[in-house]
């Protein structure tokens, strides 16, 4: 009897051992990155008030938080712009082993910080690191793996990142009952492990065939310049998918970074007068606060992971651009749906329906976004769509920060003379609610700028 077309078999059976080495390494490396940007978030808002002077005011805190937020994203993105192209000139297993090791080490670092200006240095360095690493990922996977594979396995990379955010709130919920001025450290000094990735990165990772291909071909005719800016933008052809790539990851970066990982935001004071009506002593709420927003975060991501296995599969049935279209409707709708109804700990599941909706796209982004650049470009164009947003999406927290406090303030100055501090709260709480819902309309850009893409199902990546 013949054997079957390798056509016929599961994408997962046409990979050879040194397929899955890179598939797996490349994972790994997105995942850990993952784990660090969500220890990040949940180490935050403790990190600033340890760190700040005493008696800082809340409203304050809260801008503080959305300023480091927004200097990790900021960071995050110059990173990618840097490391995609050299990613391209140098290699992409050599510029990965790089990215790790910064975002690991300056993970590390960000606990060893004596004041919130030290903190923030911190955080825009680890940014550089995590912000070269998708790309770098990304470009790796889809160049070293066979076209039949490739969609399925950069959808399953991507899904992946969900299990290194789960395990942020696993670690997370693990100190729960520790003090939380100081448990914030503790995240970071965990964020620091994936440092030993770099090695297996540095001495066993090889260059993929086609982009030593495109390297000496780039080297023989003395032409196109290998991870080039000039020529990704200088070229029509790489210059429009280029910008309008961009503008969709605008949408649903600024959609998740902006928006939707500020759930937790929401969680612990709801959960906390949830919990203060049992009239509970402050410890147990505290520890209570602590373990239910990193169980908000792992039921957002268990449930991520399986929106971006269904968007994998449905983006391979029914095209990219469709599968677009209703992923940032679905994530528009979901987000204003938890930010508007989100009360206690019966509702967590609309936090699994938010996290199904928005994260599910960026699957898309791993499938979708090396297919519109040559190898020559894979890398810088895939960091620049991804990353490049994030300098929009880094203004999303001050925003989101500067209009809950305008919303925050008119809420509580309406309220009578009387009123207490838990109406105050519960004023400046409905407000944080309104801010996230204006901010989620930023996901209507991504279904506008789709007619301005090609659709790429069937279609081999392109080449020179």
Same mark, same amino acid.
């Given at each position: 009897?013949?054997?079957?077309?390798?056509?016929?078999?599961?994408?997962?059976?046409?990979?050879?051992?040194?397929?899955?080495?890179?598939?797996?390494?490349?994972?790994?490396?997105?995942?850990?990155?993952?784990?660090?940007?969500?220890?990040?978030?949940?180490?935050?808002?403790?990190?600033?008030?340890?760190?700040?002077?005493?008696?800082?005011?809340?409203?304050?805190?809260?801008?503080?938080?959305?300023?480091?937020?927004?200097?990790?994203?900021?960071?995050?993105?110059?990173?990618?712009?840097?490391?995609?192209?050299?990613?391209?000139?140098?290699?992409?297993?050599?510029?990965?082993?790089?990215?790790?090791?910064?975002?690991?080490?300056?993970?590390?670092?960000?606990?060893?910080?004596?004041?919130?200006?030290?903190?923030?240095?911190?955080?825009?360095?680890?940014?550089?690191?995590?912000?070269?690493?998708?790309?770098?990922?990304?470009?790796?996977?889809?160049?070293?793996?066979?076209?039949?594979?490739?969609?399925?396995?950069?959808?399953?990379?991507?899904?992946?990142?969900?299990?290194?955010?789960?395990?942020?709130?696993?670690?997370?919920?693990?100190?729960?009952?520790?003090?939380?001025?100081?448990?914030?450290?503790?995240?970071?000094?965990?964020?620091?492990?994936?440092?030993?990735?770099?090695?297996?990165?540095?001495?066993?990772?090889?260059?993929?065939?086609?982009?030593?291909?495109?390297?000496?071909?780039?080297?023989?005719?003395?032409?196109?310049?290998?991870?080039?800016?000039?020529?990704?933008?200088?070229?029509?052809?790489?210059?429009? $998918?280029?910008? @309008?790539?961009?503008? #969709?990851?605008?949408? +649903? *970066?600024?959609?998740?970074?902006? =928006? /939707?990982? !500020?759930?937790?935001?929401?969680?612990?004071?709801?959960?906390?007068?949830?919990?203060?009506?049992?009239?509970?002593?402050?410890?147990?709420?505290?520890?209570?606060?602590?373990?239910?927003?990193?169980?908000?975060?792992?039921?957002?991501?268990?449930?991520?992971?399986?929106?971006?296995?269904?968007?994998?599969?449905?983006?391979?049935?029914?095209?990219?651009?469709?599968?677009?279209?209703?992923?940032?409707?679905?994530?528009?709708?979901?987000?204003?749906?938890?930010?508007?109804?989100?009360?206690?700990?019966?509702?967590?599941?609309?936090?699994?329906?938010?996290?199904?909706?928005?994260?599910?796209?960026?699957?898309?982004?791993?499938?979708?976004? $090396?297919?519109? @650049?040559?190898?020559? #470009?894979?890398?810088? +164009? *895939?960091?620049?769509?991804?990353? =490049? /947003?994030? !300098?929009?999406?880094?203004?999303?927290?001050?925003?989101?920060?500067?209009?809950?406090?305008?919303?925050?303030?008119?809420?509580?100055?309406?309220?009578?003379?009387?009123?207490?501090?838990?109406?105050?709260?519960?004023?400046?709480?409905?407000?944080?609610?309104?801010?996230?819902?204006?901010?989620?309309?930023?996901?209507?850009?991504?279904?506008?700028?789709?007619?301005?893409?090609?659709?790429?199902?069937?279609?081999?990546?392109?080449?020179?």
């Amino acid at each position: 009897m013949s054997s079957p077309s390798v056509s016929a078999l599961p994408w997962y059976r046409t990979l050879t051992r040194e397929h899955w080495f890179v598939f797996t390494i490349a994972s790994l490396a997105w995942m850990f990155d993952c784990l660090d940007q969500q220890l990040f978030i949940l180490a935050r808002d403790n990190a600033i008030k340890a760190l700040s002077a005493p008696g800082t005011e809340p409203l304050a805190l809260k801008q503080l938080s959305g300023w480091a937020q927004s200097v990790f994203v900021a960071g995050w993105a110059l990173g990618g712009l840097i490391f995609g192209s050299v990613g391209d000139r140098i290699g992409r297993a050599k510029t990965l082993s790089i990215t790790v090791l910064i975002y690991s080490l300056c993970t590390g670092l960000s606990a060893f910080s004596r004041d919130v200006t030290e903190f923030m240095i911190f955080r825009a360095l680890t940014g550089l690191g995590v912000g070269g690493v998708f790309g770098l990922a990304v470009a790796l996977v889809a160049d070293s793996l066979p076209d039949l594979a490739r969609p399925k396995a950069l959808g399953l990379l991507q899904a992946l990142s969900a299990v290194g955010n789960v395990t942020a709130g696993l670690c997370a919920m693990a100190l729960a009952e520790i003090d939380p001025m100081h448990s914030w450290k503790y995240l970071f000094w965990i964020g620091a492990a994936p440092a030993f990735l770099c090695i297996f990165i540095m001495f066993r990772l090889k260059e993929p065939g086609k982009w030593i291909a495109a390297r000496v071909a780039s080297r023989a005719v003395g032409g196109k310049a290998m991870g080039s800016y000039g020529s990704l933008f200088g070229e029509a052809r790489w210059r429009s $998918p280029a910008i @309008f790539g961009m503008l #969709l990851c605008v949408a +649903g *970066v600024v959609g998740l970074w902006g =928006v /939707g990982f !500020f759930s937790g935001s929401l969680i612990g004071p709801a959960i906390e007068k949830a919990l203060r009506a049992q009239n509970l002593s402050p410890e147990k709420i505290n520890a209570g606060k602590q373990w239910w927003t990193a169980a908000n975060l792992i039921v957002q991501n268990i449930c991520a992971f399986f929106g971006m296995i269904a968007f994998s599969k449905l983006a391979a049935i029914y095209g990219r651009k469709i599968v677009f279209a209703f992923g940032f409707v679905a994530a528009f709708a979901a987000t204003i749906f938890f930010f508007r109804n989100f009360q206690t700990k019966s509702d967590i599941w609309m936090t699994g329906l938010m996290g199904f909706c928005q994260l599910g796209i960026f699957a898309g982004f791993a499938i979708y976004l $090396p297919e519109l @650049f040559p190898t020559r #470009l894979r890398s810088t +164009g *895939v960091s620049f769509c991804y990353n =490049v /947003g994030r !300098f929009i999406a880094a203004t999303g927290p001050i925003t989101l920060g500067s209009l809950q406090k305008t919303l925050g303030e008119s809420a509580v100055a309406a309220l009578p003379k009387t009123a207490d501090a838990i109406a105050k709260a519960d004023a400046q709480l409905n407000a944080f609610r309104d801010a996230a819902c204006w901010l989620a309309g930023i996901y209507l850009l991504g279904v506008l700028v789709l007619p301005f893409l090609p659709e790429t199902k069937g279609r081999p990546m392109p080449e020179e």
